[in-house]
């Protein structure tokens, strides 16, 4: 039976360990739809709780990259700390907005010289701290190369000593198989099924999308039965990444 991973019980120990002081993190919103509005929602409760002010800005529908750019600039006069709620519409110049945040204020992590983890990537490290997982030696596979989850979860698991490989949209899930950790962050509802899966397989997804207006993971949940370790979706890497975002803020602060 997995070792299914409470993310909520995560968070709650980690925003123990953050400071009462009073920040201001901004966040740009582009794309209106209801993942991204329960995402929101979700941080903005999180900042309530810690007496964080967050700031909010809203692009207009049709905007150009230069209006997402100059939000940008103006939340970095006015915050300690930005979040570009990506997706962006797709007119605007990703690249460009983020490499307009300045990176003492890049809590994701996502601009072109950042200085804190991308908080997906925190999450997952401390997944594998409380589940006493020995990275070193094993091999990973990373599904998906996003900014967010798939690139910083690769780089990590390559830190701690794992031999990783990246699968994309085109792979097959053949290597899966073979994997002692899997971390999933395709962002494609019941991807992968636990035939795709070796017995004992740590299994992390941080894949997240809409399906009859909730929100499911990249595994389904049958996973659970072969997967020695076992994340949730909800409930399981979200609500630490979202934990992770503020302790990135504080100690951008410092």
């Known amino acids: 039976m997995a070792n299914v991973i409470n993310g909520k019980k995560i968070a709650e120990d980690v925003y123990a360990c953050l400071p009462k002081k009073h920040l201001k993190l901004g966040i740009l919103v582009g794309e209106k739809n209801s993942v991204i509005d329960s995402f929101v929602r979700i941080k903005e409760r999180a900042a309530e709780r810690l007496g964080v002010e967050l700031v909010r800005e809203e692009l207009a529908e049709g905007a150009a990259t230069a209006s997402a750019v100059a939000a940008v600039h103006a939340l970095a006069e006015k915050t300690d700390g930005i979040i570009v709620q990506l997706p962006l519409p797709s007119q605007i110049s990703v690249e460009e907005v983020l490499s307009a945040i300045p990176a003492n204020k890049d809590v994701d992590g996502i601009s072109f010289a950042p200085i804190v983890r ?11 701290e409380s589940a006493n997982v020995e990275v070193k030696g094993k091999r ?80 389904d949940s049958a996973c659970a039965e072969v997967a020695s370790v076992f994340t949730p979706v909800p409930g399981g890497v979200g609500p630490i990444a979202v934990a992770m975002i503020f302790k990135n803020l504080f100690d951008l602060a410092k």
């Open 140 to 219: 990973a596979v990373v599904v998906g190369s996003g900014r967010l989850v798939g690139k910083p979860c690769a780089s990590l698991l390559q830190e701690l000593g794992a031999t990783v490989r990246i699968l994309t949209r085109n792979d097959l899930l053949d290597a899966l198989r073979d994997a002692d950790i899997v971390v999933l962050g395709a962002g494609e509802p019941g991807l992968v099924q636990p035939q795709h899966l070796k017995n004992g397989v740590i299994l992390i997804d941080a894949g997240t999308s809409e399906t009859g207006g909730k929100v499911k993971g990249d595994a």
């Open 118 to 128: 991308p908080p997906v990537a925190e999450a997952v490290k401390e997944i594998l």
